[in-house]
Each structure stands twice: as C-alpha cells, then as structure tokens.
C-alpha cells in the first residue's frame, strides 16, 4: 500500500478484488506457457513476473519496465521477497539487450498487440513466444500485427473469482 500512494502501481485498492484481478489473474496463464527463462515487459507493479517467480522458483524471470520509480518498487520487492531467480532491468524495452534471449516474453496492459511484437521480439530466443495477456478477445488488435508474427494461438484464460473475459494471445516470431 505504502508503495502503491506514492507510485500508482495498480488501481485496485481492494485486497480481495487485488487477489483476483492480479494474483489470480497472473497466475492463470502458467498452464499455457512454454517452460524457460520469461521477461515481463511493462512489469510496473510486478504482475504477472512476480507471482510467476514464486510459483514457479527454477523459472529465470526478468522484470522490465521504463520507469525508474517502479524499477525501484520492483528491486525492493525482489530483495524483500528472496527472489533469487529475479533480475530487474529498468529502461525502454525497445534498448534492452540482454545477454540471452527468453522463451517467453509476456505483457499485461504493456501496449496494443502490434505495438507489443514491435517493441519486444528481439527479446524472443528461437522457438520461444510472445505472450499477450488481454481482455475482451481482441479481434482489431490481431488484426494489426502483420505477417512478422504468428498470433493465432489465443487462449481463454479461467480466473477463479474473476468473471470478466481474459485471453491470452501466443505469437510465434517469423524466423
């Protein structure tokens, strides 16, 4: 809470909506994801990577996001949670060049999908994916992404205790 008044990082106040519209809800896309190293992307408040880092402790997680008060948020977060297997990285995803690429790279609320490919596949190891966590189906976005990716792969997401709709968009980089 501390954290959230002075850095805006969810606008959910609530702890029981917080359970489900973020920890759940995080936690939702785990039986849909390739196994290997993820990058969070827009990571702000630490959701998804975080819940996924600990339940998920052999998983290599690095946490990205542009703005240095939430990098901070999201280093503390990381030393108070003994989250070894986390890494965060602060500064535009567009510049990020990490020593290795992920298997996963996914976003919550990052941008708009065509947006999200753009900015992000460099991050993407071979065989690996993007993994969009969206809403409503989103029929314009998938539109918009182009032939750079294969985004065909979108999954209905069950969020205990949420009843609004969730998908998860799986795009596969072209070689």
């Not at 029981?16 to 519209?21: C, G, N, T, Y």
């Not at 896309?29 to 975080?50: K, Q, R, S, T, Y």
């Not at 690429?101 to 919550?108: E, L, P, T």
């Not at 708009?112 to 976005?141: D, I, Y």
Request: with cysteine.
């Amino acid at each position: 809470a501390k954290w959230n008044r002075t850095h805006n990082l969810t606008a959910i106040r609530d702890p029981l909506r917080s359970v489900s519209h973020h920890l759940l809800d995080s936690l939702a896309v785990l039986p849909e994801l390739p196994p290997g190293a993820l990058a969070d992307v827009g990571a702000g408040g630490g959701l998804p990577g975080i819940p996924i880092a600990i339940a998920e402790p052999a998983r290599r997680v690095a946490l990205n996001d542009a703005n240095q008060k939430k990098g901070a948020f999201l280093r503390q977060a990381v030393i108070e949670l003994r989250l070894g297997n986390v890494e965060v990285h602060v500064g535009r995803v567009e510049n990020w060049k990490p020593l290795k690429r992920f298997a996963v790279v996914i976003s919550r609320g990052f941008s708009e999908l065509a947006q999200f490919v753009a900015s992000c596949r460099h991050l993407v190891a071979p065989g690996g994916v993007l993994a969009a966590m969206k809403g409503t189906f989103p029929a314009t976005e998938l539109a918009a992404v182009g032939e750079c990716c294969d985004c065909r792969d979108i999954r209905r997401l069950n969020v205990p205790l949420l009843e609004e709709a969730r998908h998860l968009v799986l795009c596969r980089p072209a070689a």
